[in-house]
Each structure stands twice: as structure tokens, then as C-alpha cells.
């Protein structure tokens, strides 16, 4: 298991609110609970001075179209022109919304980094750490964090921050994979990971 440093530099750290979308929480169970979580969270770093970062899935005309047929995660999505970017449904929660200075993506595949510049706007902010929160945790959280490992970036999951539709799914990633590539922790962790800097 890597060596993983126990503290978080406000300076050099991002929260990642990932998939926090209308359309993707109206099907999890206590999703009312999560957002208000999270909101919360994102409160507290925003004023401890952690860069605050969104991700959100949603496509154009044109990302529908180029959609392979054997890309049978999101064929269907663009058969039916669904998760359209001007949809309310594909917009950032209102209770977990982006304020200004914030970095926000739109995204067309399963993780942050391959169709958007996040890799970029992180390397120009000098961020090296990375919190995240997602929906799902086997969606967009662990293609996060294998690429933000195989990135070099210090990787934090927030257990309670992150949520599948699947419960037995996100206990195993939470207790049995993310530990090899990222520190496991809860929201209540974080400010003690802040002061122990």
C-alpha cells in the first residue's frame, strides 16, 4: 500500500463534487441526506481555502452522435438524447451549487480527466491533492481514482461523501480497493487532516 501523507495543504488541494446531478441522484436511495452533507463539506473547505471543483456528465448534440455502437454504457443515451447538457436534470445540484472561482467540467465519459481539461486546470493552480465525492462510487469515483493515482495526484475519498446504488458495491471499493491507490477517510476527518498540516 503507498506511503500517503497525513495531512491535506489547503493550498495545493481540491474538493471534487462529482455527478452531484438532478438526474443521477433522483435515483439513490438517502440522496437528500447526501446533498446535505456535502454541503456542509464543501462550506467548511471552501472556508479553510480548498479550491472547489465539479464535474457533471452531460452531452450535446454533437457527443451524441459520436457515441460508438459498442460503447454500451452511453449508446443508450444517445439513442434517446438523454443527459442533454442544457437539461435541468444534467446541471450541478442547487443545493451543492458552484460559486465563482470554482472549477466546473462537462465531462462525456465514465472519469473526470479524458474529455475535459481538469488535468490542466489543476496543474495551473499547482493542486497535488485531491478530495473526492461522488456519484457512484463504481462510476466516476473509481475511474477517479485509478487515474488520479496513475496522475501522481494525492487521492482522498470521502466515504460518506460518496454513495452507489449498490450498497455491497460501495462498501467493497470503500474497504478493499481504493485503500491500494487513496486514503479512505470520513467528512468528519477533514479538520483534523487540515490543522495536522
Known amino acids: ?15 471534487l463534487v462529482m455527478d452531484y446531478q438532478p438526474g443521477i441522484l433522483s435515483n439513490l436511495p438517502g440522496a437528500n441526506e447526501l446533498l446535505a452533507r456535502m454541503a456542509d463539506t464543501i462550506k467548511l473547505l ?15 448534440d454533437t457527443d451524441h452522435e459520436t457515441i460508438p455502437e459498442h460503447n454500451s454504457r452511453f449508446k443508450e443515451l444517445a439513442t434517446n438524447g438523454k443527459m442533454h447538457h442544457e437539461s435541468p436534470q444534467t446541471a450541478i445540484h442547487a443545493e451543492v451549487a458552484p460559486e465563482p472561482g470554482d472549477i466546473v467540467v462537462r465531462k462525456t465519459r465514465v472519469g473526470p480527466f479524458t474529455t475535459t481539461d481538469l488535468d490542466r486546470q489543476l ?5 497535488d491533492t485531491l478530495i473526492l465525492a461522488g456519484v457512484s462510487t463504481s462510476g466516476v469515483v473509481l475511474s477517479t481514482v485509478r487515474e488520479a493515482a496513475d496522475r501522481d495526484y494525492q ?4 466515504e460518506d461523501g460518496s454513495a452507489d446504488s449498490d450498497q455491497a458495491v460501495h462498501d467493497m471499493l470503500i474497504q478493499r480497493v481504493f485503500p491500494r491507490q487513496a486514503r479512505v477517510i470520513s ?3 477533514l479538520p483534523q487532516l487540515l490543522e495536522s498540516r
Not at 123 to 127: F, G, L, M, P, T
Request: glycine residues 8%; aromatic residues 8%.
Open 123 to 127: 496543474h495551473d493552480r499547482q493542486i
Open 187 to 189: 467528512v468528519a476527518d
Open 155 to 158: 487521492v482522498f475519498v470521502l
Open 1 to 15: 500500500m503507498p506511503e500517503i501523507k497525513a495531512a491535506i495543504d489547503p493550498k495545493h488541494a481540491i474538493l
Open 46 to 60: 471552501r472556508g479553510r481555502g480548498v479550491q472547489i471543483g465539479y464535474v457533471r456528465v452531460a452531452f450535446t
